[in-house]
């Protein structure tokens, strides 16, 4: 059986950094692409970053620039670090893994943790 536990989350000030982990047992990354996504209240689940079955990183808009994802393989961890951070990176934010060829929605994943709440106060 398959589980994403994350963890990190917080209340932190605009302009703030967080590292989000996410701790996977059950399985290892081999072949599969490890991401975050993240859910405001009323909107939808948004791709945030992830880390394909090739190792390449891809990021959303939101996350281009303030945003690394990292992959520990040994350890099978995941990582988000956050830096300069705003408001609206309000959000729970979901560690998932799946082995589709795209990766970038919340399709392409087969396994989801039951996310960890990141709160930029203003």
């Known amino acids: 059986q398959v589980q994403l536990v994350e963890s990190g989350g917080g209340l932190v000030q605009a302009g703030g950094s967080l590292r989000l982990s996410c701790a996977a047992s059950?399985?290892?990354?081999?072949?599969?692409?490890t991401g975050w996504f993240r859910q405001a209240p009323g909107k939808e689940r948004e791709f945030v970053a992830a880390i394909s079955s090739t190792g390449g990183p891809y990021y959303g808009d939101s996350a281009k620039g303030r945003f690394t994802i990292a992959r520990d393989s040994a350890r099978n961890m995941v990582y988000l670090h956050m830096n300069s951070l705003k408001p609206e990176d309000t959000a729970v934010y979901y560690c998932?893994?799946?082995?589709?060829?795209?990766?970038?929605?919340?399709?392409?994943?087969?396994?989801w943790g039951q996310g960890t709440q990141v709160t930029v106060s203003s």
């Open positions: 998932a893994l799946g082995n589709s060829d795209t990766i970038v929605a919340t399709r392409d994943y087969n396994y």
């Open positions: 059950g399985r290892t990354f081999s072949g599969y692409a």
